[in-house]
Structures are given as structure tokens and as C-alpha cells.
């Protein structure tokens, strides 16, 4: 307990930290938006996650959540940065300036503290900040949360990985001393801890999120050929996928990778490589767009003698129970449709009593959908659509029956 611990930034990847660490440490969530801190205040979770949720309704937590930087950061021995990197499309590269203001932030406040970026970065980024702050005390610790198991995943970790630049001395206690920490609230007690430099910890999540992009892919490419060549994409991912080597999970064909992190990252990486060999980390982003074109084109062949054609978009989310539909991968499949002059309706119950989301009519009365759309498309097959079964296009191959 006497250790105090920050975190800034309250999404996914910090409130599951916050509420993981609360349990055992003093623990304190600093947000710029007041909404999240009152209902986290409130033993309430601003994100859909049932761990997070039972947590924070039953569990004794020392955690205080707040708007205000300086009673965040001015005890903490470690500030977790767990605030968003978007890809800024111009630069090629992340947007790193709000992990450079938290880190401004506290060591105006705090010049003790030791900071531990959580957020996904560029290879290279601790080290540039290190130097650019004259701060030593930056480590890095890729997360591998996945969306609605952020803290199940905390819970039961597949690795800790602290990236930090010194063999001996301070930094490499404080290094150890954060993956115990994380260990320690664990539940699972054979978690490997690897501790290596804040470059390959960089690179860690960044080829493990494009490896698994890759796989996505894979398999799309693979359906692609076999929706094409009019074969049973199952029974041919089944027989491939019974290799142990490949293995039988995460092979669902989809309409792209899509989410917060696979585009991003990926798209990263492949700037991070510049100009040297490569073919595979650039195709792997390639791929995705070639795969949503793919799918526009079968939803266009499926609609080309209506005159006024419809295209309903069953849910925007990537997946049952998901609570956002960050960068889903539908969303530039309506893009495509729109331009190709199809009226385009949202079944998204997620959005409520909205009538539009951008420029996309909704529809969420599902009845009135089904009922004036043409086609409906779904990323992943409900049961609700076991009622307008013909009208529906997906390459969701295990949840149709
Ligand atoms: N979502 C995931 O599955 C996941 C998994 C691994 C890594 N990551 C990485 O972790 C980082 C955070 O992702 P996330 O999904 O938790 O993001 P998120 O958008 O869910 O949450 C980020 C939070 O940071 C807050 N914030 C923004 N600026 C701030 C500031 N200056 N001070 C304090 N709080 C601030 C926002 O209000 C928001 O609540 C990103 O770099 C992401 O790539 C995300």
C-alpha cells in the first residue's frame, strides 16, 4: 500500500490498470473529461466490461479518480500514461502529444515520479522523449488488453514486458519493481516478466498486433479465394487450421481488421520501417483495403438490377458485445457504397434514438429496417437475423447456423 500509483488516462487500457492495481496499491485515475471521473467516482464504469464493472460495484478499491492534475500526480511514486496515440494520417505516424503533455504534466508537479507509457507508441518514442524532456525516468510497458477482457486480461496476463534502458542501477530496480506490481495483482502466477530495451518493448506490440492483423488477412484473403472460386471457405479454414502449428482459433473471416489498435499499429510499423526490405508489413495493410473493396463489390453484384437500392448495415460494431465501433471496418464499406450511388441505412441499437450517424440514415426499429432494405450486410451474424436470412450478406462462416 505504500506504494502510490497514478494513472492518466481512464479508457480501456487505464481504468482496467486503475482498477487491477486498486485492489492492493493507492491508486489514482487523472481525465480531462469530468463525465468518466464522477461515474468511476460513482463505482460506476464509463466502459462496457463485466470484470471492470463487478470490480468496481463489489470490490474494496482504493481509487479515487479526478480532474485535477496536481492532486493526481503530486504523491505518485509511478504515473501509468494510458492516453490515446491516434495515426495522424499527414505525419504517417502517431500523434504522440498527449502522452508528451501527461509526461510534461507530472514532472512539473511530480519531478520524482516515474513514468510508464502504457500507450502504444513509435519505436524509438521513450528514448526521444527521455532526451527531449531531460528526464530519466520514462519506461515503457506494452499492453495487450483486448477490448470488453480489458481487466480479465490484466487478470491473467499472456506476458509483462517493462522496456527500460539501463542494465543496472535505479531505473532497472523501478523497472523490476513495476512488472512485480503488475504480477503481484495478477491472478495467475506463472506470468512471464521479460525485461528488455524500451525499443524492443516498442516493437513487441507492434508486431504482435500486425502478426494478428496478418492472420485476419490471411484468412480473408483465403475466403476471398474461395467465395470467388464458389468453395467452402469453412471446410477449407477447418482442414488448414487443424495443423497444430497454425491452430484453430482466430480464423473467423470478416469484412477487414478494424478497432482501435490493428490500424493503427500496423500502419505504424510500416512507417517505422521506412525504407528498409520489406513486403509483408507493408501488405499487411494493403490487404485489409483490398479485402473491403472485395466485399463492396459482392454487395454491389447483389443489388445491380434495383433501380433505388438499399444497403442496410447491421450493427457498426466489430463484434457481439463490443461497446464502440472505433475504425470499424464496415464503416469505409458504406464509404465505397455511398459513392457508388447506394442509399445507405444503419441498424445500430448502440446509437439509440439517433436518426443519422454522419451522413448515414438509422434505422433502429430492426422490423423497418429488414423491411426496406435490399440487402443487409453484417459483419457478424446475429440471431436476429435468422428472420431475413435471405436478405443478409456475411462471411461470418461459424455463428450463420
Ligand atoms: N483499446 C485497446 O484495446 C488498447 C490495447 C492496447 C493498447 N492500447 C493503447 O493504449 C492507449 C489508450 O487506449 P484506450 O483504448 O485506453 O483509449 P481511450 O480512448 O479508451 O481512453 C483514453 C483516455 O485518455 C483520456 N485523456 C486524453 N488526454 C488526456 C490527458 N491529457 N490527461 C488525462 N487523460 C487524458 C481520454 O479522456 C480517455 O478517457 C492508446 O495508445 C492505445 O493504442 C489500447
Do not use: W
Amino acid at each position: 500500500m505504500e506504494t502510490k500509483i497514478t494513472v492518466a488516462g481512464t479508457g480501456y487500457v487505464g481504468l482496467s490498470l486503475a482498477v487491477l492495481l486498486a485492489g492492493k496499491y493507492d491508486v489514482r485515475a487523472v481525465d480531462i473529461v469530468p463525465g468518466r471521473v464522477e461515474k468511476i467516482n460513482r463505482r460506476q464504469s464509463p466502459i462496457a466490461d463485466a470484470d471492470i464493472e463487478e470490480y468496481l460495484r463489489e470490490k474494496t478499491l482504493h481509487l479515487h479518480a479526478t480532474t485535477d492534475a496536481e492532486e493526481g500526480y503530486r504523491e505518485a511514486d509511478f504515473v501509468i500514461i494510458a492516453v490515446p496515440t491516434n495515426y495522424d494520417p499527414e505525419k504517417n505516424y502517431f500523434d504522440t502529444s498527449a502522452v508528451e503533455a501527461v509526461a510534461k504534466q507530472v514532472i512539473g508537479i511530480n519531478p520524482k515520479a516515474v513514468l510508464v507509457i502504457k500507450s502504444t507508441i513509435p519505436v524509438g518514442y521513450t528514448a526521444q522523449l527521455r532526451e527531449k524532456l531531460s528526464y530519466r525516468r520514462i519506461m515503457f510497458s506494452p499492453e495487450f488488453l483486448r477490448e470488453g477482457h480489458a481487466l480479465h486480461d490484466n487478470l491473467y496476463p499472456s506476458r509483462i514486458i517493462v522496456g527500460v534502458d539501463e542494465d543496472s542501477g535505479e531505473m532497472r530496480e523501478k523497472a523490476e519493481q513495476f512488472a512485480e506490481i503488475l504480477k503481484d495483482c495478477a491472478l495467475k502466477d506463472d506470468t512471464p516478466v521479460l525485461l528488455m530495451g524500451t525499443r524492443e518493448a516498442e516493437s513487441v506490440k507492434l508486431f504482435a498486433n500486425s502478426y494478428l492483423a496478418m492472420r485476419v488477412g490471411f484468412f480473408n484473403e483465403l475466403d476471398t479465394y474461395a467465395e470467388t472460386m464458389e468453395m467452402n471457405a469453412r471446410e477449407i479454414i477447418e482442414g488448414v487450421c487443424l495443423e497444430p502449428r497454425i491452430g484453430m482459433q482466430y480464423n473467423n473471416p470478416s469484412f477487414g481488421y478494424g478497432g482501435y489498435c490493428f490500424p493503427k499499429d500496423t500502419k505504424q510499423l510500416r512507417a517505422n520501417y521506412g525504407t528498409l526490405p520489406q513486403r509483408l508489413i507493408g501488405a499487411i495493410v494493403e490487404t485489409n483495403g483490398i479485402r473491403k473493396e472485395y466485399i463492396v463489390r459482392q454487395v454491389l453484384k447483389r443489388i445491380e438490377k434495383k433501380e433505388s437500392p438499399v444497403v442496410g448495415i447491421y450493427r457498426l460494431t466489430m463484434k457481439a458485445n463490443s461497446d464502440n465501433f472505433r475504425q470499424s471496418a464496415v464503416q469505409d464499406i458504406m464509404a465505397q457504397l455511398k459513392d457508388n450511388g447506394v442509399r445507405v441505412v444503419v441498424y445500430e441499437p448502440m446509437l439509440r434514438d439517433a436518426r443519422t450517424f454522419e451522413e448515414y440514415e438509422v434505422e433502429n426499429v430492426f422490423d423497418r429496417f429488414a423491411g426496406e432494405s435490399d440487402v443487409i450486410i453484417a459483419n457478424r451474424f446475429e440471431r436476429a437475423l435468422n428472420a431475413v436470412k435471405d436478405k443478409v450478406y456475411t462471411r461470418d462462416l461459424y455463428q450463420c447456423d
